[in-house]
């Protein structure tokens, strides 16, 4: 039974996600380099660690969200983070995502240390983390995924257990190229809609009303209209996650236009210095 748990990085989406673990009947244990979020959580019930080991240490379950692998290495390493007095059996359960590579190679050094390993990017913005509602991609032991599942719920509305270690990581590429390009494709249509004499109320109207219509165009697209690119799911995110994107697909030999067009337009949109924003606001490079 899962009693203990440490959380480590309270980012945009860590946070919510911290804050939905305490409505469970846990102990949870945070870290982050930010001690004004740490505090908020501490005053909502958690306890503080020092460092991320000192949040892993005796823990049945230790969550971590870092999206910077060389911050994710440090967390997870034998010098200075967890592997270096973690208790064999614990469960690691990663919620960001890495490179393939990154992703195996600390599965590995949790297999030497005798520690459970879960591939678990999760998936969603700042408002999905904040109501519970992410969708979480998972990878690993079958009976590991169903041991963690109670907690994973408080975090997650879909729970989907794609395969082994690697796989959630390889799946989230997926949905990583989809939806930039979905963005894309929305951003276009606005800028030349614009261009055409149409309104964006117009267009979103008419695309709302027929086959092309989703939860993802609706949201976003209202949001462009009032101008609003406050940061749900930071721009750069999605950019690094295109070059993990374009990284898989130089291997496996595939061509991808569509994923290197859009690509370039992220990257333009992160050198405009929009890397912050949500990343709807690549339609400000269509723009200009």
């Known amino acids: 039974m899962i009693k203990e748990v440490g959380f ?10 911290a804050i939905n673990l305490l409505k469970g009947n ?9 001690a004004d979020v740490v505090k908020s959580l501490v005053d909502k019930g958690a306890k503080a660690a020092i ?12 969550m971590a969200v870092l999206p910077d692998e060389d911050g994710m290495r440090t967390a997870l390493s034998t010098e200075e983070g967890m592997f270096a007095g973690i208790t064999p059996g614990t469960i690691i ?27 678990a990017p999760v998936w969603g913005t700042k408002e999905h983390a904040a109501h519970g509602l992410l969708t979480i991609l998972v990878g690993g032991d079958n009976s590991v995924v169903s041991h963690c ?4 719920s408080l975090v997650g509305l879909n729970i989907i257990h ?12 997926i949905v990583t190229l989809v939806q930039a390009e979905l963005m894309e494709a929305l951003s276009e249509g606005l800028v030349l809609g614009d261009r055409l004499g149409f309104s964006n109320d117009q267009i979103l109207e008419v695309l709302d009303a027929g086959g092309v219509a989703s939860p993802l165009l609706h949201k ?28 898989a697909a ?19 949109a992160v050198a405009d210095g929009r890397g912050e924003e949500d990343f709807s606001a690549i339609v400000k490079v269509l723009r200009k």
Do not use: Q
């Not at 599942?149 to 994973?152: G, T």
């Not at 794609?162 to 590429?173: E, L, P």
């Not at 209202?222 to 070059?243: I, P, T």
């Open 51 to 62: 460092s991320a080991l000192d949040a892993a240490k005796n823990k049945d379950l230790v």
């Open 162 to 173: 794609v395969g082994d270690i690697g796989d959630a990581t390889k799946m989230k590429f």
């Open 93 to 119: 359960c990663d919620f960001s995502t890495h490179s393939l590579d990154v992703t195996k190679d600390m599965a590995d050094e949790a297999a030497k240390h005798k520690l459970r390993f879960l591939d």
């Open 220 to 247: 976003k697209g209202r949001s462009m209209a009032r101008g609003d690119f406050s940061r749900n799911l930071a721009l750069k995110y999605v950019h690094e996650g295109l070059c993990k994107v374009k990284n």
């Open 149 to 152: 599942r109670e907690v994973l």
């Open 250 to 268: 130089d291997i496996t030999g595939v061509k991808l236009p569509g994923m290197e067009a859009v690509l370039g337009v992220y990257a333009e």
């Open 26 to 34: 846990f102990n949870l244990t945070v870290f982050d380099d930010d």
């Open 8 to 17: 480590i990085g309270l980012g945009t989406v860590g946070k919510f996600m």
